[in-house]
């Protein structure tokens, strides 16, 4: 088995079975063979061959198995920003969007300008 930080390859011998908990955003990508994956809460199973991918979606358990001798990738989830934090973000950008419209209107650049169209040419 290869560890990385963001991924792990593994091999898994034929009717062999992984149980993911809890691994909505993992990606299973399968390298070789070919896998059999059910999560908790789906009513469809999928199953993925050589060069497939799937994302998985669900919280709870996921267990993949292996239809036959099987090399596969496990893509760690991207994290993602809590509410809370996409809101500051937002809002963030919002200020910077206005922030950029109050020194294009009133700047040194805006004074400028007004010199050559006047002042209600600016507007």
């Known amino acids: 088995m290869n560890l990385k930080s963001d991924r792990a390859e593994l091999r898994l011998d034929a ?3 992984l149980g993911l ?13 070919a896998l059999w994956i059910t999560q908790h809460g ?5 199953f993925i061959a050589a060069g497939d991918t799937l994302m998985l979606d669900r919280r709870g358990l ?16 991207t994290a ?8 500051g973000g937002a809002l963030l950008a919002a200020l ?3 922030g950029r419209w109050i020194t294009r209107r ?3 650049e805006a004074i400028a300008d007004h010199h050559w169209r006047g002042w ?3 507007l």
């Open 96 to 98: 910077r969007a206005a």
């Open 15 to 17: 009717r062999q079975v």
């Open 21 to 33: 908990r809890d691994a909505a955003g993992t990606r299973v990508q399968c390298l070789k063979g």
């Open 80 to 87: 993602r920003r809590s509410l809370s934090g996409r809101i």
């Open 42 to 46: 789906d009513r469809e199973d999928h």
């Open 62 to 77: 996921a267990l993949i198995h292996a239809v036959e001798r099987t090399e596969l990738v496990l893509y760690e989830p």
């Open 106 to 108: 009133f700047g040194p």
């Open 120 to 122: 209600y040419g600016a």
